[in-house]
């Protein structure tokens, strides 16, 4: 079974491997048991390089973050170059007390100068990789944050006309004491409890936001009656039904149906909804009179345009949205790839 590490830990493990390998590097290209003066044994290495190691902390952790900016870039410079000095004087200090047999020539000095040099580069890239990662993943949260709050505010803007509407109409059925009056009440509890509670979820079955469309047309059938013809097709598979999609989102089309269709010539509504290999086609048709929308409320309902946002934020690149006015016809087409 594959070993899975944490991701917090990536880094620590990133950081033992090199080191690991900087400090297997002298034992497998040096002699340790070759004692030749001038020559420098494993064990010079492997305390120069513990120092550079925390040479490489000390700039990437406490140098670079107080001093590498604006004001003070010239101080960083001045630093780095005083570290250098130090760590060539320090190392030649120890070489002459611990190690009196290694020749002091040009490679001698070459070596016991440079190696820090890589260290501080090295340390001072790192941290501008580090800076940029962690910039970037904050922008990335206060991006989500803030697309979490404006998809929380587009979830919100519920039509308070329909709600009204329907208590209106509800309210005459109790007057004359109708059968469909417990039928309507159970389909508008389910449908506010739809609107207050699953609408929060990121993500929803399709069956679910299937059967808030239909008790939200049926409960329009229970206002209009006979006052408009509406056709519902849907052609979807179990194993379909069980596709994921954003709450709330295919109800704002039929509701403009409504909001728009409604005051012409024998008004029809036609909703069709089909499904095949997870691509979602959704189609919704009414009968369109500019004179008479010109009169609408323009701040009632969802609108079109909050859906638009919806789709733009959570479907970038899975969907397609087409409208469409025509022949006195208002047609939406929704294509969408379920997940």
């Known amino acids: 079974m594959a070993l899975k590490i944490n991701s917090k830990y990536i880094p620590a493990v990133f950081h033992i491997i090199v080191w690991s390998l900087l400090f297997t590097l002298p034992h497998l290209f040096i002699d340790t048991r070759n004692t030749k003066p001038g020559f420098f044994p494993s064990s010079f290495f492997l305390i120069t390089n513990l120092y550079n190691v925390g040479l490489f902390y000390l700039n990437a952790f406490v140098f670079y973050p107080l001093f590498f900016n604006k004001r003070k870039w010239w101080l960083f410079i001045i630093i780095m170059a005083a570290v250098m000095m130090v760590s060539y004087y320090l190392k030649l200090f120890l070489t002459i007390q611990w190690y009196p047999e290694i020749i002091l020539d040009e490679w001698a000095y070459r070596i016991l100068f440079f190696p820090s040099l890589p260290f501080l580069i090295a340390s001072t890239i790192y941290r501008l990789i580090f800076d940029k990662i962690e910039h970037d993943k904050k922008q990335k949260e ?116 409504f909001k728009h269709g409604m005051g012409v010539d024998e008004p029809i509504i036609q909703i069709c909804l089909a499904v095949q290999n997870k691509k979602l086609e959704f189609d919704v048709e009414n009968k369109y009179n500019d004179d008479v929308n010109e009169s609408k409320d323009s701040g009632s309902g969802i609108g079109l345009e909050n859906v638009q946002s919806r789709l733009m934020l959570l479907y970038p690149k899975e969907h397609n949205l087409v409208v469409k006015k025509e022949h006195n016809l208002f047609h939406v087409h929704l294509t969408l790839q379920l997940k």
């Open 142 to 257: 206060i991006i989500a944050e803030q697309l979490s709050i404006k998809l929380k505010f587009l979830r919100s803007q519920i039509n308070p006309h329909f709600i009204f509407n329907v208590l209106t109409n509800l309210v005459s059925l109790a007057r004359k004491k109708s059968e469909q009056l417990e039928p309507a009440l159970i389909k508008l509890s389910d449908l506010m409890r739809y609107m207050l509670y699953e609408s929060d979820e990121k993500k929803i079955t399709l069956s679910k936001e299937i059967e808030y469309l239909e008790s939200y047309v049926d409960l329009q059938k229970l206002r209009f009656g006979e006052d408009v013809r509406i056709e519902v097709n849907t052609e979807i598979s179990k194993e379909d039904l069980q596709g994921n999609i954003e709450p709330m989102l295919l109800i704002p089309f039929v509701e403009n149906a």
